[in-house]
């Protein structure tokens, strides 16, 4: 099973938005809507930030919002924070080969 | 609060195996699925297997077929890894993650355990 494609990195000043793109295939971003995004600051734990495609755990600023067209997931960070600086990772469900991950994006808030 | 705490980073040689855990605390360990993630350096997450300690299920990505070991000790409530023939493209951060059956998504992580190949 390929891995889903994400940009490299993005970037963005404060209080700006940046949009990570997650593109996948029929088999997995296109077939199901279980779609989740992790955030990863290196040396920590990846934590979830959006799951079902557009759902956030308690506890997740809703500044993170998450939507899916076709093959293609995407993640949004409205209002961008200096906090917000860390690899985002993209995962979906893909069946009999259960978990697909993106390679991963940097974001950095310029 | 739920936590998966692993163990220490491993250097091993080819060819040679390793065994990772990771010790949860925080909820009942046999009501969730123990996944491993690992990320070689510089590349994506990649999945590599799970396990349930209630079922005793365990299912691996196929690459990992043959050569991946996993266990648990419900006294600990630890699960393991072992990777076994080690070679220099699995140096590498290995994860494990929570997983509660059809939630479609990894809700808690553990910090990470790199394993180098010393050669």
């Known amino acids: 099973q390929s891995a889903l494609t994400q940009p490299r990195s993005v970037s963005g000043s404060p209080g700006q938005s940046v949009t990570i793109s997650c593109t996948g295939t029929?088999?997995?971003?296109?077939?199901?809507?279980?779609v989740s995004w992790y955030q990863h600051h290196p040396g920590k734990a990846p934590k979830l930030m959006i799951y079902d495609v557009t759902r956030r755990p308690s506890g997740v600023p809703d500044r993170f919002s998450g939507s899916k067209s076709g093959n293609t997931a995407s993640l949004t960070i409205s209002g961008l924070q200096a906090e917000d600086e860390a690899d985002y990772y993209c995962?979906?469900?893909?069946?009999?080969?259960?978990?697909?991950f993106g390679g991963g994006t940097k974001v950095t808030v310029l | 609060q739920v936590q998966l705490v692993q163990s220490g980073a491993e250097v091993k040689k080819p060819g040679a195996s390793v065994k990772v855990s990771c010790k949860a605390s925080g909820y009942t360990f046999t009501s969730y699925d123990i996944n491993w993630v690992r990320q070689a350096t510089g590349q994506g997450l990649e999945w590599v297997g799970w396990m349930n300690a209630n079922s005793g299920k365990i299912g691996f990505g196929q690459k990992f077929q043959g050569r991946v070991t996993m266990t648990w000790d419900t006294s600990t409530t630890t699960a393991y890894m072992e990777l076994s023939s080690l070679r220099s493209e699995d140096t590498a951060v290995y994860y494990c993650a929570r997983y509660a059956s059809a939630t479609y998504k990894f809700d808690y992580w553990g910090q990470g355990t790199l394993v180098t190949d010393s050669s």
């Open positions: 029929t088999s997995d971003v296109g077939a199901y809507n279980y």
């Open positions: 995962c979906s469900y893909a069946g009999t080969h259960p978990w697909v």
